[in-house]
């Protein structure tokens, strides 16, 4: 009789233990079956899944995989359902972004500002992950998701700061206006970012130069001051 120990002991008693573990269940159905109808012939079926896996947080871990190939739904809403739920069930990150960075240039605008939320979602506690597709939406077409983007690098705060800096000698017109208005939206804890600002007043673009000098402006306001009453 063969004799089994050691790492391999180990890996069949985890899959032992993972086989008996209990499947999580959400609104009367396992989380097998949401992940199934993600499949479904009916649209309504499909971005109803979606929206339930969300929902289920990260107990519908599992079925990151699953959502990663709704991206690729013919349905508009599906794919945005599929997106919102990514940055909630959590997953393996470094494939999760990479696949929200697509959605990015999604046909859709709902689908693509969606995957600007997920993605300043996933900055708040992964900002080394996040802040390089968030600076790379200002690139985008769309002059909407450009300003989404700045408002969830802002939310993010300090740690998108450098990335923000760099911005602000990109070639784009676009990636140098919005990483200043970034910058000014952070406010006080960005003021490592006022050098990099004071230079871009010479930028030759007049938008530039002009959110430049608000970003200034704001990042230098006291924080523990209150704006004066009015009379």
């Avoid at 479904?40 to 079925?63: C, D, I, Y």
Wanted: overall charge positive.
């Amino acid at each position: 009789m063969m004799r089994i120990g050691g790492p391999l002991l180990v890996v069949l008693l985890w899959l032992g233990a993972l086989g008996q573990a209990e499947e999580p269940e959400y609104k009367g159905h396992k989380l097998s079956v949401w992940v199934k109808e993600l499949e479904a012939p009916n649209v309504t079926a499909r971005s109803r899944a979606a929206q339930v896996l969300g929902e289920m947080g990260t107990k519908a871990r599992s079925a990151a995989p699953a959502l990663m190939r709704a991206l690729k739904d013919l349905d508009w809403e599906v794919r945005r359902d599929a997106v919102v739920a990514l940055a909630e069930v959590g997953g393996e990150l470094k494939l999760t972004v990479p696949a929200l960075t697509e959605a990015l240039k999604d046909s859709e605008q709902p689908v693509r500002l969606s995957a600007v939320k997920s993605l300043g979602k996933i900055g708040l506690k992964n900002p080394e992950l996040a802040v390089p597709p968030l600076m790379g939406a200002f690139k985008a077409q769309d002059e909407l998701v450009q300003g989404y983007a700045a408002s969830h690098l802002a939310k993010i705060g300090e740690p998108a700061v450098p990335a923000l800096c760099r911005g602000l000698m990109d070639d784009d017109q676009r990636a140098r206006v919005w990483s200043a208005h970034a910058l000014g939206r952070i406010g006080f804890t960005a003021r490592p970012a006022v050098p990099a600002l004071t230079k871009a007043l010479q930028d030759k673009d007049r938008e530039v130069r002009r959110v430049a000098a608000q970003a200034i402006q704001n990042i230098r306001a006291d924080p523990t001051k209150k704006p004066p009453k009015k009379q």
